[in-house]
């Protein structure tokens, strides 16, 4: 890890529109909770027409860049499963890759101008063994919503961080709509339960 | 307090802890959310205006009335506004006057890469650059001392990794104002004759020597020493990669990056054994540090003068020159992705009412005359259906010099269509239209009336009938705008009607004048439109492709029962219900909704 060894650095990846922005939010605001110092950066522009997004998360004793370094991110939290092969090479060496199964076609493959890669999950396996897929969409809609695919994805790497329970807890009842905690929270149970 | 705030939210606090008490904007990319932000100030009166040159003219009235006034725009923004920018340098202010740019290297939403440290120079205004929010917020108000003190415009800089970062701030409050009570005249001061411009000019030269004096003094400038092998001269992000890729070296931090300290760049010079200038695009810094006779050992010799830098790059090229020190952790090149991948591109939403008129445009043999917003996006596959696309407003202009040109042989008669949005319209497409008239054009100019700037996140403009903080406005009529300008023939067409369209579209493009077709229909994100999906029939669909032309991301291939056989699906998630899929097809495969019933 850089500088004095106690950063964590997170990149966030998907499609727009998937609620990328919301999860890097959430992190950074419990790792402020939690007393880090927290650098974000993302690129939003055009994101919410469906192209790729990336959002930079880093927090600890003491940061520079708001940007993560191809090479030393410590987690690649995909929301797409294309989305996770794109950058699977941000990671550092036996660093941990977490993504979610549901495929979301690219325009270019709706147009019927490319194909999406064939046997996905078999290359992310192989491009990067330490990865784990989870249905989040899927145990987004046990919660209650295709809505909170991202909350499974946070709860998926809850475990990873040294925030605890609470903190989770109080930050995504903070940010999501009031009607909707509740899903939100089983949401995110069912993310730490299979983030195992 | 603390909080993590982006750039953009940390200036929006600065201003009102500034005692801004004006603000004015365009909207563009990464520069939008600040406005959007000081609309929730109360103490801030802000508003959009129909473009940055508007927008940069009513603050610096404000200013003269004694306000504290931003200006705010992305890069090319300034290039717009770039003409009361440099007369203002000479007017000078009131009440103190910051114009933002919100620069945009790599190009990750902008059509070009303009380094906008270069106007400071040429307006002959100081530049401050912030390097994380914090900063962010606290030169604003150190901008708006110097403005007043100064008596000068400032230009405040920052890029898509400054406005877009979420870095943490400690927030301040605003001291209370005291209501503005005179508005003075100063016919010298302020109206630009040339006999009063020319008792300006050695002012402002002479206040750019003094603003230099300043600089060494200003502790936004500062000499941080480390291990004096290696000195880096560096401001805004690039000061951020640049410490985390050698934590160790010694610093010349500049928050103000025009005019420049010569002293301490001297005095850094003297103190490390090598001195690297490390900044994005231009040799700003580096070409200024040479003219003073410094010796650098490495500027755009050793770094790249287009696209965005990183610390990973930092170290490795910084290393690759000779530097030492830097962190071992960044100076491993990354392994190979993978390849092949299909890009994701940004994609006009299913539903956009834009579709249906590139559907058209890309078939029909025109040359398309494009201007910006979501609709360049009719450019990418499968589409193809714009030929051009410059800057804000030009599609008009440019359409009628080609059919000028084309014309005048009688070769190629009205084979030129523009396509212009509505907010792209108002900014700067009416000028041009006026010129089609005046000088006997005949091109077709489509307004894509979709009732918001829906590419920067769906502002207001001019034609929507509300203001910035939602009040209720005139709205233009386009129509009427049109008619007044001269245009006899005006048409209209349902976007949503492939049929309706190309009819349109043709007949216009036949006739011998010129015309305005326009497309009148609400941005489907913006205005939260939904409607229910439609169905593939899977017995009808024979798996021909045509309706793929529509470039929507909820259609897709599917494998069918047979071998070989692929079949078209419509994600009912995604599909917003618009049917333009289904007017392509030609086996009537495509099904509207079935109601249901009461
Ligand atoms: C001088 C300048 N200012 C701002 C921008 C950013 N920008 C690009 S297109 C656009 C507005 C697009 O709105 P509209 O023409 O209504 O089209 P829509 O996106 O709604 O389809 C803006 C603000 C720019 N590219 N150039
Ligand atoms: S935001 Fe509006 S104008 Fe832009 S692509 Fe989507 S529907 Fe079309
Ligand atoms: S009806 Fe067709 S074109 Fe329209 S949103 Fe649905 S799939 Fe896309």
């Known amino acids: 890890m850089t500088e004095n060894g106690t950063t964590t650095n997170i990149l966030i990846s998907g499609v727009g529109g998937q609620g990328v922005l919301l999860a890097s939010y959430v992190l950074g605001q419990a790792a402020m909770k939690e007393g880090y110092e927290v650098k974000q950066s993302e690129v939003h522009g055009m994101s919410q027409r469906g192209g790729s997004v990336v959002s930079h998360l880093r927090f600890g004793e003491r940061l520079a860049s708001p940007i993560v370094t191809q090479g030393t991110a410590d987690f690649l939290l995909s929301f797409e499963p294309l989305e996770a092969l794109r950058f699977f090479n941000w990671l550092r060496p036996g660093a941990l890759l977490i993504y979610n199964t549901l495929r979301v076609n690219p325009s270019t493959v709706a147009a019927g101008l490319a194909t999406y890669p064939d046997g996905i999950h078999e290359r992310i396996a192989q491009a990067w063994p330490n990865s784990r897929g989870i249905d989040a969409t899927l145990l987004a809609e046990e919660a209650g919503t295709a809505k909170a695919t991202n909350i499974v994805m946070l709860g998926s790497i809850a475990r990873e961080l040294p925030f605890p329970l609470e903190t989770w807890r109080h930050i995504i009842g903070r940010v999501v709509p009031p009607k909707t905690v509740d899903t939100n929270m089983k949401a995110f149970e069912l993310g730490r339960a299979a983030g195992r | 307090m603390k909080d993590i705030l982006s750039g953009n939210e940390a200036i929006a606090r600065g201003a009102w802890e500034a005692g801004v008490r004006f603000a004015a904007a365009y909207p563009g990319t990464p520069s939008t959310e600040i406005l959007e932000n000081i609309r929730g100030y109360e103490d801030i009166e802000s508003q959009w205006s129909p473009n940055e040159k508007v927008a940069t003219e009513v603050a610096l009235g404000a200013s003269i009335a004694g306000a504290r006034s931003l200006a705010v725009m992305k890069h090319v923004g300034v290039n717009v506004a770039a003409d009361p920018l440099f007369t203002a340098s000479y007017t000078g202010v009131n009440g103190g006057f910051v114009m933002i740019t919100a620069d945009d290297p790599a190009m990750h939403s902008s059509q070009n890469e303009q380094d906008n440290r270069n106007y400071a120079r040429f307006a002959k205004v100081p530049l401050l650059e912030p390097s994380d929010s914090q900063e962010a917020k606290d030169m604003l108000k150190l901008a708006f001392e110097l403005s007043e003190e100064f008596d000068t415009p400032v230009l405040f800089r920052t890029t898509t990794r ?76 690039v000061y951020q990669y640049a410490r985390e890729a050698f934590p160790g070296a010694s610093f010349l931090k500049l928050g103000m990056t025009y005019p420049l300290p010569q002293g301490m760049v001297e005095k850094f010079r003297s103190k490390v054994d090598r001195l690297y200038v490390v900044e994005e695009l231009d040799p700003f810094l580096e070409e200024r540090i040479r003219l003073m006779g410094v010796k650098v050992d490495g500027g755009k010799s050793v770094f790249p003068i287009t696209g965005e830098l990183d610390p990973g790059l930092v170290a490795r090229l910084l290393t690759a020159a000779g530097a030492p020190g830097a962190d071992g952790d960044l100076l491993t090149e990354p392994g190979p992705g993978a390849e092949g991948l299909p890009m994701r591109p940004p994609t006009l939403c299913p539903g956009c009412s834009h579709r249906g008129v590139f559907t058209v445009l890309s078939r029909l043999k025109v040359f398309v005359s494009g201007d910006i917003g979501c609709y360049t996006l009719g450019a990418m596959p499968p589409f193809g259906a714009m030929h051009s696309c410059v800057c804000m407003g030009a599609s008009i202009g440019m359409a009628h010099g080609i059919s000028k040109v084309t014309d005048a042989q009688g070769q190629i008669k009205n084979q030129t269509v523009a396509v212009i949005g509505d907010s792209t319209f108002f900014h700067s497409g009416i000028t041009g239209l006026m010129d089609t008239i005046w000088n006997r054009g005949a091109s077709t100019t489509i307004i894509l009336d979709n009732r918001t700037t829906a590419m920067t996140g769906g502002q207001e403009t001019p034609g929507t009938g509300k203001t910035l903080s939602g009040e209720p406005a005139a709205e233009v009529d386009i129509p009427r705008l049109v008619e007044a300008l001269g245009v006899k023939r005006i048409a209209y067409m349902d976007p949503y009607d492939l049929t309706e369209t190309e009819e349109v579209i043709r007949r ?61 699906e419509i994600d009912p998630v995604q599909c917003n219900g618009c049917g333009v899929c289904a007017q392509m097809c030609r086996f009537g495969a495509i099904l509207p909704p079935v109601p249901v019933e009461a």
């Not at chain 2, 030269?205 to 004096?213: H, K, P, S, V, Y």
């Open chain 2, 508 to 568: 216009e493009l036949e006739a011998p004048e010129p015309s305005v077709i326009i497309a009148r229909a609400p941005c489907v994100l913006q205005f939260k439109i939904m409607n229910d999906p439609w169905t593939v029939d899977s017995e009808l669909c024979n798996g021909c492709k045509r309706c793929l032309r529509v470039g929507c991301v909820a259609l897709s291939l599917i494998e069918g029962e047979g071998e070989e056989d692929t079949l078209v």
């Open chain 2, 162 to 237: 400054i406005s877009h970062s979420k870095t943490m701030v400690e927030l301040g409050e605003r001291a209370a104002l005291e209501p503005l009570t005179v508005l003075e005249k100063d016919v010298p001061k302020y109206t630009m004759l040339p006999g009063f411009a020319r008792a300006k000019h050695p002012k402002v030269e002479q206040r750019i020597l003094d603003l230099a004096q300043r600089a060494e003094t200003l502790d936004v400038n500062r000499i941080e020493m480390g291990d004096p092998a290696v000195g880096i001269v560096a401001s805004g992000v």
